[in-house]
């Protein structure tokens, strides 16, 4: 089931834009990415009502009114806010999902990406099993003709750990990049905190704190063309959200909190 709905779809697409783009596998990953977030647009605008929700709900009277009155009881706090949760249709994981909802996906493409690269005899009888057989009039590549894939792009070989070697030593420049994009994009991405007792807000800080940084073990430890997705992906991730305006760039810069006035 999985290989079936998730691995050969991606197989496929990976080797027909590789036909396309002039048997160039790094940028078929790239261009896969920007297709992948074309599908996924309908979850990117739904996380950006959710977090406009959110930072309706931190400004809203009703909210103030809370947190003053439920100060000193941190449980009736979290109970009463989930309420006010419900009430208004938020959903107070809505910042983290973009990142959340890709891991199907990065599991999926790194399988595909690990399969379309084949060069060993059993590798490459595993990978035209996922190849999908259409009648030679209605193909869109000759799949024959494009194994095996040419797995170098740049510096990489993106069927191996990326390392940029620089002087006699190794540096794992792609998962540097991956922990700083996905920090970016989760950062900007964030709505305005609320109090220290903001459950919705805890949360969201704990995951831009640790998802950049799990992000990049991956990015180190896997195949570097899973890698190329993660950056490609943030990167096209935060220009999407600015050039709707939705990009909270006071995020990135520290601000002083002064004593909250009763």
């Known amino acids: 089931m999985w290989d079936t709905i998730i691995i050969s779809p991606m197989v496929n697409v990976l080797l027909w834009i590789y036909s396309v783009v002039f048997h160039n596998f790094g940028i078929a990953i790239i261009l896969f990415t920007f297709l992948i977030r074309l599908i996924t647009q309908p979850l990117t605008a739904s996380q950006m009502k959710s977090t406009q929700k959110m930072q309706e709900m931190q400004k809203s009277k009703k909210w103030l009114d809370i947190q003053k009155k439920y100060k000193d009881d941190k449980q009736k706090l979290s109970q009463e806010q989930m309420k006010l949760y419900k009430e208004m249709g938020i959903n107070p994981l809505g910042s983290c999902l973009p990142t959340l909802i890709q891991f199907p996906i990065i599991i999926g493409l790194y399988q595909a990406i690990i399969r379309a690269l084949a060069v060993t005899p059993i590798q490459l009888l595993d990978l035209v099993k996922h190849i999908y057989p259409m009648p030679e009039q209605l193909s869109f590549f000759n799949a024959s003709a494009l194994i095996p894939l040419k797995s170098h792009f740049l510096w990489m070989n993106l069927s191996q750990p990326e390392r940029l070697y620089l002087f006699g030593f190794g540096v794992p420049t792609l998962a540097i990049l991956v922990v700083i994009t996905t920090y970016l994009q989760s950062k900007l991405m964030t709505p305005a905190s609320g109090s220290p007792g903001d459950q919705g807000a805890q949360m969201a800080k704990a ?50 909190k002064g004593p909250v006035k009763g």
Do not use: C, E, H
Not at 219 to 235: I, Q
């Open 207 to 256: 995951m831009n704190l640790y998802m950049p940084f799990f992000m990049g073990w991956i990015a180190y430890t896997l195949s570097s063309g899973l890698a190329l997705y993660f950056v490609a992906s943030n990167v096209m991730g935060i220009i999407q959200y600015a050039a709707l305006g939705k990009v909270n760039w006071r995020n990135l810069l520290p601000v002083s």
